[in-house]
């Protein structure tokens, strides 16, 4: 089953816009003292990788992004 976090399903995430949509959402499932933390970390991520044009760089970001999602979400459910 593909995970869905508000009405984006991860499978669906192929833009850089997606994906902080994503990314936000999945803040809001940690607890509240990670929140802000990793909202920041997604910000800062964002911000980095701004001026990044390479379509499959991007790609490669958004890959990494998701799978990392996963990791921490995963680790908090643990």
């Not at 089953?1 to 940690?30: E, Q």
């Amino acid at each position: 089953m593909v995970p869905i976090v508000g009405l984006i399903a991860k499978s669906a995430v192929n833009t850089p816009r997606l994906l902080y949509r994503y990314l936000f959402r999945c803040c809001d499932r940690l607890p509240e003292d990670a929140k802000g933390h990793y909202k920041h970390h997604v910000r800062q991520g964002f911000n980095s990788h701004e001026d990044e044009t390479d379509p499959e760089r991007i790609q490669q970001i958004i890959k990494k992004a998701l799978e990392d999602a996963d990791w921490i979400l995963n680790k908090v459910r643990s």
